[in-house]
């Protein structure tokens, strides 16, 4: 069995990325802490990296991590602006949740 980190150092483009999330969905590890988070900094920041894709990953963790959040934003940041990205994806809580990123009204 690889360990995470080898796996991540092999993941030069998104389609290894896309591989790489469906041996951690198969394995059961994907709602690891650990494997969650450096799966969301690979897909946001790295060169190789689809924010659109990023914000699919993100939706499908049960219960992000403040450093989930930290990644899609500082992914965010540094694009283009994106009519059909935009910030919304990462902003609403999942359902129970006590932290937001969106303003308060």
């Not at 450093?67 to 934003?73: E, G, H, K, P, T």
């Amino acid at each position: 069995m690889h360990s995470l980190e080898s796996l991540l150092q092999k993941c030069t483009s998104l389609s290894r990325i896309k591989q790489l999330q469906a041996h951690l969905l198969v394995s059961g590890q994907f709602q690891s802490t650990n494997a969650c988070t450096r799966l969301v900094e690979l897909c946001a920041i790295s060169p190789s990296g689809d924010l659109s894709f990023t914000t699919r990953v993100f939706h499908r963790i049960l219960r992000p991590s403040t450093n989930d959040f930290n990644a899609i934003l500082r992914g965010i940041a540094p694009s283009p602006p994106a009519p059909s990205l935009g910030t919304a994806p990462c902003c609403a809580a999942p359902a129970g949740s006590t932290r937001s990123l969106a303003p308060s009204p």
